[in-house]
Antibody, heavy 119, light 107 residues
Framework: EVQLVQSGAEVKKPGESLKISCKGS????????INWARQMPGKGLEWMGT????????RYSPSFQGQVTISVDKSISTAYLQWSSLKASDNAIYYC????????????WGQGTLVTVSS | ETLMTQSPATLSVSPGDRATLSCRAS??????LAWYQQKPGQAPRLLIF???SRATGIPGRFSGSGSGTEFTLTISSLQSEDFAVYFC?????????FGQGTKVEIK
């Protein structure tokens, strides 16, 4: 069974760093692009960026370029999304999702990670 | 970027009735359009890709149509498990973008 399992909810203070994860199983991880998307409270999804697990080729949405870093450790089939300095506006649920090629639909999603940033 | 506009924001439907959801793109996305279902606290689930192709395991009551800028998701006879939020996704133009979602609720 194809699964993307994300790390658990996080509560952080503004200015703190954070790295959340997305572990794939049930498929050849290195054959897929892993995407990250943000869903702010009561809002729609925003695509943040994607990484090809096979060679770490990474693309970012212009809205998120420089704001986050996407990485992958293919030895453990895990993709990451990280922040160096969180802001209150980063409060959201973050989803990972896989796609088979760079221009494609997302055929399997993680369960989401709630990030709460509050002083 | 390509703006995806879904309507209505909320659709109240009785079980067994037909539901028609719309998605409009600000520029052509050809047929590079997907639909997803999301229930509270759950991951989104792919329903339709390529505007009209059902994903594996998706019941036949779900159908998609359209091309260019106008798309429709139809649920022919709503079941209790279909009450959820549905959102469209274009993957034709970079960056990929999503609609804001249509909530299908019980009337």
């Amino acid at each position: 069974e194809v699964q993307l399992v994300q790390s658990g909810a996080e509560v952080k203070k503004p200015g703190e760093s954070l790295k959340i994860s997305c572990k794939g199983s049930g498929f050849t991880f290195t054959n897929y692009w892993i995407n990250w998307a943000r869903q702010m409270p009561g809002k729609g999804l925003e695509w943040m960026g994607t990484i090809y697990a096979g060679d770490s080729d990474t693309r970012y949405s212009p809205s998120f370029q420089g704001q986050v870093t996407i990485s992958v450790d293919k030895s453990i089939s895990t993709a990451y999304l990280q922040w160096s300095s969180l802001k209150a506006s980063d409060n959201a649920i973050y989803y990972c999702a896989r796609m088979t090629s760079l221009v494609n639909w997302f055929d399997s999603w993680g369960q989401g990670t709630l990030v709460t940033v509050s002083s | 970027e390509t703006l995806m506009t879904q309507s209505p924001a909320t659709l109240s439907v009785s079980p067994g009735d037909r539901a028609t959801l719309s998605c409009r793109a600000s520029q052509s996305v050809n047929n590079n359009l997907a639909w997803y279902q999301q229930k509270p606290g759950q991951a989104p689930r792919l329903l339709i890709f390529g505007a009209s192709s059902r994903a594996t395991g998706i019941p036949g009551r779900f159908s998609g149509s359209g091309s260019g800028t106008e798309f429709t998701l139809t649920i022919s006879s709503l079941q209790s498990e279909d009450f959820a939020v549905y959102f469209c996704h274009q993957y034709s133009n970079w960056p990929t973008t999503f609609g804001q979602g249509t909530k299908v609720e019980i009337k």
